[in-house]
């Protein structure tokens, strides 16, 4: 199939498995729950493919926790590269390579382990489900960066398209399968 037939495809599976649960975690926040589309079998497939599809050259996939882990690790399987889960901060072992970023209520860190893989001059495609103000991807991105990576685009499985997340990750290329 081709890259906008495997598009098509997806967005009508999206729209029919997306839960969406209103104000969750906070008033106020539309909750997109993709669960229901990772566990249908065809939504997966489909959805991994178009992702893939969209992606134009990376050696390694880095998928961004928690959900980004398992569509990241698929679609690294599809591009025949490897995966490396970027990790919410204090789970990882040390050393660890750490990037704080801000929320609307104080900072989180995004972290990835500072030895036993070597990134320099990878490149490398971010994963997520999700894609909101765009600041979690902003903050793996200088995280992926400052590693020696090159960060050569983003795919993501849904795009918030009135929070502003495709502006501020500028020029990065970004994809996505289901704006709302
Ligand atoms: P942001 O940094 O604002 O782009 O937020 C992206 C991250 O927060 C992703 O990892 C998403 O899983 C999560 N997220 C933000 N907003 C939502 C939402 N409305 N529904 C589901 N997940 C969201």
Redesign the pocket.
């Known amino acids: 199939m081709s890259g906008a037939g495997y598009a098509a495809d997806a967005a009508a599976l999206i729209a029919a498995h997306l839960r969406e649960v209103a104000d969750f975690p906070e008033p106020g926040?539309?909750?997109?729950?993709?669960t229901p589309v990772l566990a249908d079998a065809r939504a997966l497939t489909v959805v991994t493919d178009a992702l893939a599809a969209n992606i134009g050259g990376a050696d390694l996939v880095a998928g961004?926790?928690?959900?980004?882990f398992l569509i990241g690790a698929a679609v690294a399987i599809r591009l025949g590269t490897g995966v490396l889960a970027v990790r919410k901060g204090g789970k990882l072992p040390p050393p660890v390579r750490s990037e704080s970023?801000v929320l609307e209520y104080g900072t989180a860190s995004l972290e990835i382990p500072a030895e036993g893989i070597d990134l320099t001059g990878q490149r490398v495609v971010i994963v997520?489900?999700?894609?909101?103000?765009?600041?979690?991807?902003?903050?793996a991105a200088r995280l992926l960066r400052s590693a020696g990576a090159t960060v050569s685009g983003v795919a993501v499985v849904?795009e918030?398209g009135g929070?502003g997340?495709r502006a501020a990750l500028e020029p990065l290329p970004v994809s996505s399968l289901y704006t709302t």
Do not use: E, S
Request: glycine share 14%; aromatic share 8%.
């Open positions: 926040i539309q909750f997109k729950d993709l961004l926790d928690a959900r980004g970023y997520d489900d999700v894609l909101a103000t765009g600041g979690t991807v902003a903050a849904l918030l929070l997340g």
